[in-house]
Every structure is written in structure tokens, then in C-alpha cells.
């Protein structure tokens, strides 16, 4: 079988609080080729001490106070494992998470992105909700290129990364302070393999000592979103959301205008067009032809039409 080493990655800044918990949940996996590397970024309360305790169990790395981002990279710098596995200071792994992964690794591509499921904890460790994504989306959906990330599906601390991918696509952003994670797998999810595998392999604690609960975190959020969409282009969203009009709209609905002001504008203009058709005048016949066969399987008239209006590819039109 199968068995290469993992690399949990610990950043902390300011961590005594819940800390200790999320080291030894990584210590204490069933899975044994594991090592653990926590990164003090900066930290000015008992964070240190706590690191000490724990000897050569773990790799205790320090540097001055630069964001979660600067962390990540150096355990990223830092680690020895062929997997990169992230675990923020007040989440926890599942006992098995790392040999859940492992075993959904096994006939795959070494490449292959891994994630999961995890449940939700309250600020004193109660599990009070759960995501159950399986329920919400198709495998086909699931597994989809960047779509898993803009749908929200996929949280740092419930993935597995092989170490290239940060060779092909670069490390985390650090000049981003609240979008460095989804922006990071935008990158390495697009045109990657990817398996969902269904379970749960950690638990997320909101608290309100967390950037989400005191900081404003709806116009990076939205900055996000907005690029994202910005950098797809028209063949990845009819692959999605089985035609461009479907994509824009379902996009739309899934966020605020009041707290979304961009991401609204953008997919208000983007269905505007893709209704007069006037998306698809710069298109090549070929990618104009991969459009033709996402609205069929789809059997949207509308969206062919608007398509074939173009007269690009009024003969290919015809075999559809």
C-alpha cells in the first residue's frame, strides 16, 4: 500500500487558547507516516511555552508577525512530507483523517487533490452543524475543475496537497490577509484531478476571537469572487453551470448585492450579454464547438441559438 509521508502544517499566532488541542489531533493520527510542523507566527502569549513542551514531537519553527499566509510558506519551506496537509491552531484533524486520505490516494494519480467533509464546533468543542456536500451536488460537480472552490466547498483544513502542485502553481499570497486560502486553491484546483471523498476528516471551530468574527471580511471576500469569475473563461463556465447564461445567474443568486457589490455588477453584465449573445463574437470555432455541446447536453435552445447566430460555426451547428 501506498504510505507516503504527510506534512501537517500548524500556523499560530497568539494560540494557547485551542492550540494544544489541534497538535495533539495531528499527533494522534492512526496513520503513522506523519510529521508535524507548527509555525509561531509572532506570537506575544504563552504560544512558545506551549510549543516547547511538546520536544522533538514536532518541528517548532518562529518568525516575526506577517499573516497566515507568511506561515503556511514557511512550513511549506520547512517540510519534508510529499503531502502538504493544513490544520489551523483552533481546528482539529479526525483521528483517521490522514488515513481517509491515503486510502482515496490509492489508484490515483499521486497529483491528485483530496478533500472532504468536516463538522462544525462551537467555542467549547460541541459539533453543532456538519457539511454534507454530497447532498447539495453531483460527484461530477464535485470533482469539476475551480467549481468546488467558488461553490464554497472546499475548506483548507479538509484537504490533501502534493507538494508539486506548489512548484506549478506558486505558495499562498501574503499580500492577501483573508482570501489567501480560497485564492490558493483557485489556483491549484483549476485543471487538476481532484477526488471528493465523502467524509468527514476535520472539525471547524468558529469562536470569537477569529478574523471572520471580528473583522469586516465581505469586501475581500467579494474582491475574491470577483477575480475568480473574471479569470474564467466562457468554455470553463458552460462546462459548469451547463451553459454561460445558467453560470452567471446561479452565481448571481449566490451573493449579496449589498455585500457584493462586484460580484453582483459582473454577472448582472455577463448575463446581459450572454442573452444578446454578443459573449460569443471573439470565440474560436473550437471553443465555440465545446459551447455547442455543453448547452446540448444541456438542451438549451436559447443558449445554441445565441451560438450559432454568430455564424462562425453554422456547419458544426448543424450536426448538433
Known amino acids: 500500500m501506498y504510505k507516503p509521508r504527510i506534512s501537517v502544517v500548524i500556523p499560530v499566532y497568539n494560540g494557547e487558547n485551542y492550540m494544544k488541542e489541534a497538535i495533539d489531533s495531528a499527533l494522534n493520527q492512526t496513520y503513522e507516516n506523519v510529521e508535524v510542523l507548527v509555525v509561531d507566527d509572532g ?16 518541528i517548532g519553527l518562529h518568525k516575526k508577525n506577517g499573516g497566515v499566509a507568511t506561515a503556511l510558506n514557511m512550513g511549506i519551506a520547512h517540510m519534508s512530507g510529499e503531502y502538504f496537509a493544513w490544520l489551523s491552531h483552533d481546528d482539529l484533524m479526525k483521528p483517521d483523517a490522514c488515513e481517509i ?12 487533490l483530496v478533500y472532504g467533509n468536516y463538522d462544525i464546533l462551537d467555542k467549547e468543542g460541541r459539533v453543532y452543524n456538519w457539511t454534507n456536500f454530497e447532498a447539495l451536488y453531483t460527484p461530477e460537480v464535485m470533482e469539476m475543475s475551480v467549481y468546488p472552490v467558488i461553490l464554497g466547498c472546499v475548506n483548507g483544513c479538509a484537504l490533501l496537497v502534493h507538494r508539486s502542485h506548489f512548484d506549478r502553481v506558486g505558495y499562498f499570497n501574503e499580500e492577501l490577509k483573508i482570501t489567501q486560502d480560497n485564492e490558493m486553491w483557485f489556483r491549484i484546483f483549476r485543471d487538476s484531478k481532484i477526488k471528493f471523498c465523502g467524509e468527514t476528516v476535520s472539525s471547524k471551530r468558529y469562536h470569537p476571537q477569529q478574523d ?78 465545446k459551447m455547442l455541446m455543453a448547452a446540448e447536453q444541456k438542451n438549451d435552445v436559447l443558449e445554441k441559438e445565441n451560438i450559432r447566430l454568430q455564424g462562425k460555426v453554422r456547419e458544426l451547428y448543424m450536426k448538433f
Not at 506570537?43 to 514536532?58: L, P
Open 43 to 58: 506570537s506575544v502569549d504563552g504560544t512558545k511555552e506551549i510549543m516547547d513542551a511538546y520536544g522533538d514531537r514536532i
Open 101 to 112: 486520505y491515503v486510502r482515496h490516494l490509492q489508484g490515483e494519480e499521486k497529483e491528485t
Open 212 to 289: 471572520s468574527q471580528t473583522k469586516d471580511i465581505y469586501p475581500d471576500e467579494d474582491a475574491f469572487v470577483f477575480a475568480c469569475l473574471r479569470q474564467l473563461n466562457l468554455v470553463e463556465c458552460a462546462c459548469f453551470g451547463g451553459n454561460v447564461l445558467s453560470f452567471f445567474r446561479k452565481m448571481k443568486a449566490r451573493v449579496s448585492p449589498e455585500k457584493h457589490p462586484l460580484t453582483t455588477k459582473f454577472c448582472g453584465e455577463m448575463i446581459c450579454k450572454a442573452q444578446n449573445g454578443s459573449l460569443y463574437s471573439e470565440l474560436t470555432a473550437e471553443e465555440l464547438t
